[in-house]
């Protein structure tokens, strides 16, 4: 399991006072490439220098409490399911104060070629990193 923490700001909130339900993407997003974040270059290396792309092709999520302004938000990332060249990705969000399960999200990346922008081999060293934290 691969820990990541950000604090909740006030443009995450909506007219109800809690996160916007479109904020848990770019939540979950930030995760991600944390995870990759001990790879060399990190998560932008892949992009930019390996030209290595795992769009979103899936993305599910249930919400259980709400996040509110001054939050942190505790995001655990575990892979829950390694293919060829897709991932499952399971995100367990948690209030980092009270560790209340706020939300939980399933996303699925593949991996693509980001020049042709079609599937491609899962490099090694991203297979080993999904494999560690299965």
Do not use: W
Not at 44 to 55: D, F, S, V, Y
Not at 58 to 73: M, Q, W
Request: charged residues 25%.
């Amino acid at each position: 399991m691969v820990s990541y923490e950000l604090p909740v700001r006030f443009d995450d909130i909506d007219a109800a006072g809690i996160v916007f339900f479109g904020r848990f993407a770019n939540f979950v997003h930030e995760a991600m490439e944390n995870f990759f974040s001990d790879l060399e270059g990190g998560h932008a290396a892949l992009i930019r220098t390996r030209r290595i792309g795992l769009p979103t092709v899936r993305f599910d999520i249930e919400f259980h409490a709400p996040l509110r302004y001054g939050d942190r938000v505790r995001i655990d990332t575990t892979c829950a399911k390694l293919g060829r060249t897709s991932a499952t990705l399971s995100h367990r969000m948690h209030n980092s104060a009270t560790g209340e399960l706020c939300a939980t999200v399933q996303h699925v990346v593949v991996t693509v070629d980001l020049d042709s922008f079609r599937s491609a081999p899962m490099p090694s060293d991203v297979r080993q990193k999904f494999a560690d934290h299965g």
